[in-house]
DNA sequence: GTCGACTGTTAATGAGCGTTAACCATTTCT
DNA sequence: AGAAATGGTTAACGCTCATTAACAGTCGAC
């Protein structure tokens, strides 16, 4: 048989439609039979690759709270020592904008589909959204020393929401480019931090 | 027996404890019984108010959309002439943060459950959120000439993110006040909107 | 060549849940 | 007083849906 998409696994092919109609229409308001439709098998065939409906929405919050805090980790030791404060900042907006241009489905699942989780996996999840917002929240103060914590907290989430609009910004063709949207939310998330820095 | 909302009716009361669970849960994960449970009275007995859990959801997209709608023409109304146009650009953020702020869970609802509802209602409700959409690009091209359309209902969208991003800054108690939320909001917005508009 | 491992299939099970039915107490209007 | 409206109750129905059971084809290893 001819695989379509490349050298991904069935796995990943699964989590990949999983996370697209999950985002379209909730975890709830989405069967086992339609999420293995979207692959070519039929309802009770997903699990051979996952225990059950809840794991693969683990699995995928998982990835996505993982897959942002080791990338900010990344960029920090890369822009650490040599640029400024402004430049770390700098850095860690374009990850997330990256993010959240090429994976729209996870992010809209990464802040709407927390509580169906079993408890240990979302005291997981939690603990890496923290550890990532921690990483901001630095990062933001080094860069505006005059900020307060509180209220550099409160700037990171009013920002996590500003660039996490993107699923908002109407289906990919409508958008004026990536580069062109990716500037824009850039220099917007400059502006805000800006404007909550001076006091 | 006593009323202890006050003035507030029945449907009034289970529509606010409704949308907290919405909110809280997802329209999916709430159950009638649930909703009855926290007015008081168990299950069926909601039927005698609405004709089923969806009309519930309808009423109360459709009611925030409507406000949220009304009340910028309202402002809009009373700023116009004398103020320039960054003052009613500022009346409109204004109000958009007094609502996120004082009805968070409506906030939440607004843009997670809206297609769980009937076509006619789901219609209207986007209608009335196209038409707020465009009072806020009038305004912000009126404020910024330079900005094109599209970039400016881009910049419109992310500040509604930033703004929505009340539920995710923890819970009332944590906030440092309510009063400097909203000038931190309202800060990052203007800031937010500036970047924009400077191309 | 045949024995597992792997990946599917369809049918059955069982729980959860929205909704309706049937019934009853209380208040209100005439 | 009595009738109707109002706002509840509990029990039952029926559908959806995740999960499991039972079975079967394919294919590499020994």
Redesign the pocket.
């Known amino acids: 048989?001819v695989t379509r998409t490349g050298a991904a696994?069935?796995r990943e092919q699964i989590l990949r439609e999983a996370a697209r109609l999950f985002a379209e229409r909730g975890f709830?308001?989405?069967?086992?039979?339609?999420?293995?439709a979207a692959?070519?098998?039929?309802?009770?065939?997903?699990?051979?690759?996952?225990?059950?409906?809840?794991?693969m929405l683990a699995e995928l919050l998982v990835g996505i709270s993982g897959q942002l805090l080791t990338g900010a980790k990344r960029r920090l030791a890369e822009a650490d020592g040599a640029a400024g404060p402004m430049a770390v900042l700098d850095s860690l907006i374009e990850g997330h904008i990256d993010f959240a241009l090429d994976d729209r489905p996870l992010i809209t699942l990464h802040d709407r589909e927390l509580d169906r989780l079993r408890d240990s996996d979302r005291k997981l999840v939690r603990q890496l959204q923290r550890q990532y917002v921690e990483l901001w929240v630095e990062a933001l103060r080094a860069a505006y020393p005059g900020l307060a914590e509180p209220a550099a907290r409160s700037a990171v989430h009013s920002v996590f929401g500003l660039l996490n609009s993107t699923p908002h910004l109407g289906r990919p063709g409508s958008l004026p480019g990536r580069a062109t949207t990716a500037a824009l939310l850039h220099r917007m998330a400059r502006g805000a931090f800006a404007a909550a820095g001076a006091d």
């Open positions: 048989m696994g069935r709830h308001g989405v069967g086992v039979d339609e999420i293995g692959v070519g098998i039929s309802g009770p065939g997903l699990y051979r690759h996952f225990a059950g409906k809840d794991a």
